[in-house]
């Protein structure tokens, strides 16, 4: 899978920034485009004090919700019963390519919950793990309709995981949460 380069506008991002904000800040829009979502948004977290907030959030327009809490919160404690997804990323799963929120395993997806709080049809739920803990979710997500994640979406997706982790690390230790 990651015999696939990634993008030329990603690179150039990776290569021309260094600090956490300003990488995330030109990143997210180009993902978006690249992988042709509807909204592109990044949580981060401390793993060690469960506090974490949405700091960064692209969205193609303005009919997508915006999602963006700049607030530092405690993770709710039910959070890992409620939403399976979380529960898979807090154990450090591979990340999730769900296509279709409303046929997925229950397993997989808490259909209610998801509607509820995100809206979207079709995400991917991107694991930033660092020395096997969780410093963040990258979420790519479409509306109103499902999606097929392709090998070149997967294949990029694992790319910027690897590239992105450390910088989520970074990010939340000079925030301090």
Known sequence: MSAVTL????QNIL??????????????PVLGE?????????YLRNPQTRLGQ???????????PEIIDPDCKPEPESLSEE?????????????????????????????????????????IHSHLV???????ILQPCVFGSKRVWSAFDRAVVTQ??????????AYVKAANF
């Open 130 to 136: 660092w020395n096997g803990q969780l410093w963040g």
């Open 15 to 28: 290569d021309t920034y260094s600090q956490p904000d300003a990488v995330f800040t030109a990143l997210l």
């Open 83 to 123: 939403d399976p997804l979380f529960a898979a990323a807090l154990r450090t799963d591979p990340s999730i390519y769900v296509e279709d929120v409303e046929t997925a395993s229950p397993e997989v997806v808490n259909r209610e919950f998801e509607r509820k709080e995100f809206g979207h049809q079709a995400l």
């Open 54 to 64: 949405v700091p960064y959030c692209w969205r193609r327009n303005q009919d997508i």
């Open 7 to 10: 993008p030329e506008a990603i």
């Open 160 to 169: 910027v995981e690897g590239k992105i982790a450390l910088l989520a690390v």
């Open 34 to 42: 690249v992988l042709q979502c509807d909204r592109c948004f990044l």
